[in-house]
């Protein structure tokens, strides 16, 4: 399968530790991105990345979170000193570098702050 | 930024109807529309696009409208199936790259 792969699927943490999420996209996309969705809602944009630059990054993303992508390929999501209020499912979606953004997303990790 | 409005209520409908599902936008005309699909517990699924210029996009039984000067989309399935129930997103650029999402419409089609 080479779709985007995401991992955990599900993390469950205590208030207060940080957690670690990663992301493989589809190999041969340029962009990457970083969103998060909670019950009822459509995912919202938290950061972008174009091969290894965070070109963007949302108001959302506060100081305690921080993404990556070392080699322009796999990501990775890091949140410090968790929250309840980070519970949520966090996605990851990729796309070429075309003009349209068509994205395709990964199946998630769910994250429980406890 | 934009502001996206979908049918505020669940969807259900019988099977072999049509279902109509509405996407509202605020702001300035995007150049392109989308729309997803998303099963519980999983990430969206793009579905189809459609242009700015373009007034109307067939795939299957899926059919889309896009007109820019009411500010709408209407997203609709023919001959519904069960297997069509899921959330379906309304998703328009917002930014440099990302895309801005509505909140889904979640719709049921009853056997």
Known sequence: DTGVSQDPRHKITKRGQNVTFRCDPISEHNRLYWYRQTLGQGPEFLTYFQNEAQLEKSRLLSDRFSAERPKGSFSTLEIQRTEQGDSAMYLCASSSLDATDTQYFGPGTRLTVL | ?111
Not at chain 2, 96 to 107: K, N
């Open chain 2, 1 to 111: 930024s934009q502001k996206i409005e979908q049918n505020s209520e669940a969807l259900n409908i019988q099977e072999g109807k049509t279902a109509t599902l509405t996407c509202n936008y605020t702001n300035y005309s995007p150049a392109y529309l989308q729309w997803y699909r998303q099963d519980p517990g999983r990430g969206p699924v793009f579905l189809l696009l459609i242009r700015e210029n373009e007034k109307e996009k067939r795939k299957e039984r899926l059919k889309v409208t896009f007109d820019t000067t009411l500010k709408q989309s209407l997203f609709h399935i023919t001959a519904s199936q069960p297997a069509d129930s899921a959330t379906y997103l309304c998703a328009l650029p917002g930014g440099a790259r990302q895309l801005t999402f509505g909140s889904g419409t979640q719709l049921t089609v009853l056997p």
